[in-house]
Structure formats: structure tokens, C-alpha cells
């Protein structure tokens, strides 16, 4: 609509984002149209010299299975050409609340009127003799980006993590070369880098305190079963090793390198490369040292908002996302969500572009609504803007989210909570029924056949699926997730639904996979009806699917099923 003879043009919204990874990048894709439309004033920082890229797919990398080039979000052309300031390779060192601007390491300073926290978490770095940990809290952050994570303690020559290009590179060059890897922690992240890089070539060790790899997530059945199947893909599983030293030796260059890991018992594991996957932790010095409450990671509500600053708010893997407090002691509830870990940081990058996408919104809703009321002014952000009732918990809690172990031959997949053991269930509320106000009565059905790699678990609640593990059967696996994600009963006789994987099963009488609300990819939550319309639209492969929905961008998990679909409504339109 044009303006009013005379009208002055509005004065934009100075929005800045700090991170510029694929939560970071996916909020400046959504609220790019306010940003064309002059609405707002876009700037972003990010301390890596990279464009935003996939570090789901840095695993695959790392082995030599995808080119750098498949891992790029965006090259920042569109946001450039908007007019939005996209800066690289730069620190951001101080928020300065009071006077709404943020400090950078260079010693300039920008403005804000709205602060997007994006900063992402850091590899955990456990507690080893011979590797000195950085203590952060309220340390400042470096001026220097790439110090952002070593903090002037570099890890020593031979071993690494893998959340970043280099991380991935410094692997890459181990799998190549056919050395041998150490892998310590048992995590997703962690099996699938030790099975990808055994199929690739590598010698790989995999080094866990635990009983099971994954323990967060499979039962023991589950995981004994995984550990089967990855010694048989040529990967060593050392269980019940606490770490507790590294040992070095000197190369020909004169250099300290990783020579072995010992451990507790006395276990020295010798090795070319220590990779560390030991889970990972938000980056909330910034937060910290703005005296904003901070958690697992800085304490938003469901808006996304700061608990303490209606100007500031946080999104992926560094935000913690909990009710804000309704009565007056914000400290009491600050120090007590501390020892809360529900609400906080997933790991996963479905919910964080969830998030990405529902504060972009949020945010053109306010400002063009502000903007429309206010004339020539800006929207006053001195008080919080009320949220309705209804707004979502944009996170993923333990358990609430399914998790995909990626890797060729090995499916697993897991969601809810499996903790329930079918013989310690309590078979009297079956008997004889549940008063009013009783919770429905837990039922566990479990079949296992470790000899050929297969498992699984599922546990209902008034048969409702609530919680489930597979292993090595897909099909089966595919359709848990479909049940779990409805919320659906399972059918009387559980056994009908490993006929999935059976010799004798037929797509086609598994209709309900294809059903069009069912959901295809979880990190972007694109159905088998928008899949469908944009096949119906020219869009037949997977690739021009992914341009399309954003379905197969995120783990690339989902590209089989999308494929299936594919074929589907291609066999469909066949006249």
C-alpha cells in the first residue's frame, strides 16, 4: 500500500543477530521480507569466517562421504542485497543492556532495539591429565574469533572435536590415511562419526564410561544390540573405561602429539587421533556477563523472550527455554532453574529452527503491527509485549524428540521415554481397572534377535504409544515414529507391527505411512501433502524437494522417505 501524501517513512528496527550458524541463518532467511520492505534494520555477527553451513552433515564430511560444497545454508547474497550487514569472522565481546548496544572485538559498537542470541554451544572438553580445560562463566569472550571456543588453550595436536570445517578437515585427513581414531563418548554424534569412518576405511576405537553406547537415549537391549552390530562394521566398543589421562609422544618435527588414552583401570588405548564427543555446552558468556539469568542456557519463555530483558532474546542450541516467573523473586526462580534441565538445549536442529522460524514471525507481526499504529515511531520495548496463553514451548525436552542414529546398515531410532521394563510392570491395574483420576496402566512389549542386529521396545500408556527404540528393522522403525508422533493406540497384538520388516510386506498395504498430515522431516516438519503439491509442481527429485520444502536439509535422514513418496505420487499420476 502506498504511503500517504507527506507521510515520513518509518523508522526501522534495528534488529541484531549474534551467531551466524543454521538457527542463526534460518532466522535471517524469515525476516528477510521485513527487511526488503524497510521495516527493519538487519545486522548480523558471526565469529566463524564461514557462511552458515549444515553441522549435522560435518560426520559426513569428515569421512569423504559429501563435498564442502552440500553442507552451504546460504551464501548471505539475498540478506546482502536486502541491505541487512552480514559480518564474518567477528567477535561480539559485551552486551551493553542499558544502553542497548553490543560491543565487538575490533572495539566498534552496534545499536540494537531487539538482540537475537543464535551463539550455539561449544564441544564439551572433559577433565583429562594432560589437557588443560578453559573455565568460563563469567569470563569475558576473546576479541579474537577464532579463540571463540580454545579461549587461548588450544587442544594438543592429535586431538579434536567436531562441531566446526576445521574439526572436520583435521578427521578427514586421519580417514584418509587410514590411521587409527579413538573416539571417546558413545553418543549419537559420537557412533555415527566411529561407523562412518570405519565403513570409510579408519581404524576406530570407540571409548565410553557407560554399560551401553547412547545411554541417554536406548535401553539396554538396544544398546547391546548397537554394540553388536557396530563390532561387526569393524568398529572396537570399550565400555565401562573412564578416561582419565592422555599420553604423549613427540614427532619427527619436534611437535607434542596424542599417542594414547589411558584409562582408570590401567587400559592404555593407543591411537593417531582423540576425538572428543562428549556432549556439548550453550555458549552463555555473553548472556553471563549481561547479567541475564542463565541455565543450561539463557532462560527465555515461550516467546523466546529473556526472562530479564524484553529487548533480548535467544534461540537453538544456547537458549533454555522455561515459564517466566509469575511472582516478584526472580532470583529464587533464576537459582532454582538452574538445577531444572527441562526446557533446555535439545542438540537437535529441528527445534532450533522451529524456533528461528516462530520468533522471525513473531517479530514481523509486532513490528509491522507496531509500525501501522505508531506512524513514524518505533515500537516501545520498555515493557514486555504480551504473549498469548496458548504460545508453544519451543523446545525439546529430554525424550519429547525422536532421535535417528545415521548410518549405512545400522538403523536406530528412539523416542519417549523406554526406562520401563515388561517384567517389572505391575499387572494389577490391568486386572482389576483404574479408579477416576489413576493414570492409564503402563504396558511394555518388547522382541529381540540380537544374532542378526534387531530390536525393539515400545511402551504404551492406555495404548498409547508413549515412548519406543528400534533397532535394525527401518520399516518398523518408520512406523513407531508415525504412531509416536499422533500420539496413536497401538494395535492389541504388537507383534502385527514388526511385519514390516517381514519378507512378506507390501507398501502398499501401509497406506497410513503415506497418509497426507504424516510428517516426512522432522528437522523441518514438511508432511507428505506438501511434499506431494510440490512434486505436483515439477519439483521430482529429492534434491529440488530440498530447494523447495527445506526437506532433506537438515540430518538427511528423511531422504529415503522422501524418495518413497516421490515414487509414490509418481505412480499415482500415471493415468
Known amino acids: 500500500m502506498p504511503e500517504p501524501t507527506g507521510a515520513a517513512r518509518p523508522t526501522p528496527e534495528r534488529i541484531v543477530v549474534v551467531g551466524y550458524g543454521p538457527v542463526g541463518a534460518r532466522f535471517v532467511d524469515e525476516i528477510l521480507p521485513l527487511v526488503e520492505a524497510g521495516l527493519a534494520d538487519l545486522t548480523v555477527v558471526g565469529a566463524e569466517g564461514e557462511h552458515a553451513y549444515n553441522r549435522v552433515l560435518l560426520a559426513d564430511y569428515a569421512v569423504g562421504r559429501t563435498d564442502r560444497d552440500t553442507l552451504d ?158 563390532r561387526r562394521a569393524g568398529v572396537t566398543m570399550v565400555n565401562h573405561a573412564r578416561a582419565e589421562s592422555v599420553l604423549f609422544h613427540h614427532d619427527d618435527a619436534g611437535v607434542e602429539r596424542f599417542e594414547a588414552l589411558i584409562c582408570a583401570d590401567g587400559k592404555q588405548i593407543s591411537g593417531d587421533l582423540l576425538l572428543l564427543s562428549c556432549g556439548v555446552g550453550a555458549r552463555t558468556e555473553l548472556a553471563h556477563l549481561a547479567g541475564l539469568p542463565v541455565s543450561t542456557g539463557v532462560l527465555v519463555d515461550e516467546s523466546l523472550q529473556s526472562w530479564a530483558d524484553a529487548a533480548i532474546h535467544a534461540i537453538g542450541d544456547c537458549a533454555h527455554v522455561a515459564a517466566r516467573p509469575v511472582d516478584a523473586d526472580l532470583g529464587a526462580a533464576w537459582n532454582g532453574a538452574r538445577m531444572a534441565p527441562a526446557g533446555g538445549p535439545s542438540g537437535l536442529i529441528g527445534p532450533g529452527w522451529r524456533q528461528a522460524d516462530s520468533l522471525a514471525a513473531r517479530f ?63 499387572d494389577s491395574a490391568h486386572a482389576h481397572g483404574c479408579a477416576a483420576g489413576d493414570p492409564a496402566p503402563l504396558a511394555v512389549a518388547q522382541w529381540a534377535d540380537p544374532e542378526h542386529g534387531r530390536y525393539v521396545k515400545m511402551v504404551t500408556r492406555g495404548g498409547i504409544l508413549t515412548g519406543f527404540v528400534c533397532v535394525g528393522m527401518p520399516r518398523t522403525g518408520a512406523e513407531l515414529t508415525l504412531l509416536f508422533e499422533r500420539g496413536s493406540e497401538l494395535p492389541a497384538d504388537r507383534s502385527v507391527l514388526l511385519r514390516f520388516d517381514g519378507p512378506d510386506y507390501d507398501p502398499e498395504t501401509a497406506g497410513d505411512a503415506f497418509a497426507p498430515e504424516s510428517t516426512v522431516c522432522w528437522c523441518n516438519g514438511v508432511t507428505v501433502e506438501a511434499i506431494a503439491a510440490s512434486a505436483a509442481a515439477g519439483n521430482v527429485t529429492v534434491a529440488c524437494i530440498g530447494a523447495a520444502t527445506r526437506a532433506g536439509t537438515g540430518c538427511g535422514g528423511c531422504k529415503g522417505r522422501i524418495g518413497e513418496v516421490l515414487e509414490r505420487a509418481a505412480a499415482q499420476s500415471v493415468p
Open 364 to 426: 514481523s507481526a509486532e513490528i509491522t503491527a507496531g509500525m501501522t499504529t505508531a506512524g513514524t515511531t518505533t515500537v516501545d520495548w520498555g515493557a514486555a509485549p504480551a504473549v498469548a496463553e496458548s504460545a508453544p514451548v519451543l523446545a525439546a525436552g529430554p525424550g519429547a524428540s525422536v532421535v535417528m542414529l545415521k548410518a549405512e546398515g545400522i538403523d536406530v531410532v528412539a523416542a519417549g521415554d523406554t526406562a520401563a521394563d515388561p517384567f517389572d510392570v505391575d
Open 73 to 230: 545454508l546460504t551464501d548471505g547474497s539475498r540478506a546482502r542485497a536486502a541491505g541487512a550487514r552480514i559480518l564474518t569472522g567477528t567477535a561480539v565481546v559485551a552486551v551493553n543492556r542499558t544502553i542497548r548496544t553490543v560491543s565487538l572485538g575490533d572495539g566498534s559498537t552496534l545499536p540494537y532495539d531487539r538482540l537475537v542470541l543464535a551463539t550455539g554451544a561449544r564441544a564439551n572438553v572433559p577433565t583429562l591429565d594432560g589437557v588443560k580445560r578453559v573455565r568460563r562463566g563469567l569470563m569475558k569472550p576473546g576479541a579474537a574469533a577464532a579463540t571463540l571456543d580454545s579461549a587461548e588453550a588450544p587442544l594438543p595436536s592429535g586431538i579434536s572435536a567436531l562441531r566446526d570445517l576445521a574439526d572436520a578437515a583435521t578427521v578427514l585427513a586421519a580417514v584418509q590415511a587410514g590411521q587409527r581414531i579413538v573416539v571417546l563418548g558413545a553418543g549419537v554424534l559420537g557412533m555415527e562419526i566411529a561407523l562412518a569412518a570405519a565403513a570409510a576405511g579408519a581404524q576406530v576405537c570407540v571409548v565410553y564410561h557407560g554399560e551401553i553406547p547412547m545411554n541417554r537415549n536406548l535401553d539396554r537391549g538396544a544398546g547391546s544390540v548397537l554394540t553388536r552390530s557396530a
